[in-house]
């Protein structure tokens, strides 16, 4: 299959290591992964904190660089920004753009996916020859888990990797506190949220905290590294890139 990888902003710039692992993984699992360089931002943050129109652009941007019929799929390491493609972008082009743009962005996010979709509902894949020796504990974060709904999809990948030690997570459904600019605007609220949450990966004693969303595992990773927890995040497809052969730095440190 033919993927085209959406980086996302977070991605290109904080956390290009889990960009990287979605590409080696699916390359891995004998896919075509195709990088359009006119990709930019989704447009998420414009979305979320009110500004609908102000993203024409960038929905405009990112028909125009995965609208290419030879693309097959476009994936991303990120619930969030799957459902903003998915959802937002309809509705920022019916309020904002016109019939030819709102036609582009059906074609396109009818084929979008975030990276559990696509191996367990496109490739068929729970098993992706994953090896990854830690005790490993899971997120589902808001955007993956209440409007991607991708349900236990990535924990049926966390489950088939070779010498896991998969613990759950107390209270997993309940929110970091980070909602991008939420934490900034309600900084108290969002800190007794994370401190919560920090307390409940601790309490399940595990190496790693992995999530299918760098922006809340940067959320949690910050409170964790404050709290002197032993705890580290790592990005759900950096577990599923690593292998015997190629282990995760993690593995190697």
């Known amino acids: 299959m033919r993927i085209g990888l959406f980086a996302t902003c977070l991605g290109d710039t904080l956390f290009p290591d889990a960009v990287k692992a979605t590409a080696v993984l699916l390359t891995r699992?004998?896919?075509?992964i195709v990088f359009p360089p006119g990709q930019t931002c989704c447009g998420q943050m414009h979305i979320n904190t009110?500004?609908?129109?102000?993203?024409?652009?960038?929905?405009?941007?990112?028909?125009?660089?995965f609208g290419d019929t030879s693309i097959e799929a476009v994936v991303m390491p990120s619930g969030s920004c799957a459902g903003s493609v998915r959802h937002q972008h309809r509705l920022?082009?019916?309020?904002?753009?016109?019939?030819?743009?709102?036609?582009?962005?059906?074609?396109?996010?009818?084929?979008?996916?975030?990276?559990?979709?696509?191996?367990?509902?496109?490739?068929?894949?729970?098993?992706?020859?994953?090896?990854?020796?830690?005790?490993?504990?899971?997120?589902?974060?808001?955007?993956?888990l209440r409007m991607l709904r991708v349900g236990d999809r990535p924990l049926r990948l966390l489950r088939a990797?070779?010498?896991?030690?998969?613990?759950?997570?107390?209270?997993?459904?309940?929110?970091c506190g980070f909602g991008g600019t939420f934490a900034l605007k309600n900084a108290a609220t969002s800190a007794a949220m994370l401190r919560d949450k920090t307390d409940s990966v601790t309490a399940t004693g595990a190496e790693v905290?992995?999530?299918?969303?760098?922006?809340?595992?940067?959320?949690?990773?910050?409170?964790?590294?404050?709290?002197?927890?032993?705890?580290?995040?790592l990005h759900l497809a950096r577990i599923l890139a690593a292998t015997r052969a190629t282990p995760d730095a993690l593995t190697e440190a």
């Open 50 to 65: 009110g500004y609908q129109r102000e993203p024409v652009p960038l929905v405009r941007d990112f028909a125009d660089a």
């Open 161 to 175: 990797v070779e010498a896991i030690d998969l613990v759950e997570l107390p209270d997993a459904d309940t929110c």
């Open 92 to 144: 920022v082009a019916d309020r904002y753009g016109n019939a030819a743009l709102r036609a582009e962005v059906d074609a396109v996010a009818g084929k979008t996916y975030e990276l559990s979709e696509l191996l367990v509902d496109v490739l068929g894949l729970t098993r992706v020859g994953a090896y990854f020796p830690h005790r490993v504990t899971y997120h589902p974060t808001c955007h993956s």
């Open 29 to 32: 699992l004998g896919h075509d």
């Open 209 to 233: 905290c992995t999530a299918g969303d760098s922006s809340c595992l940067m959320h949690i990773g910050g409170g964790l590294s404050r709290a002197g927890s032993g705890a580290r995040t």
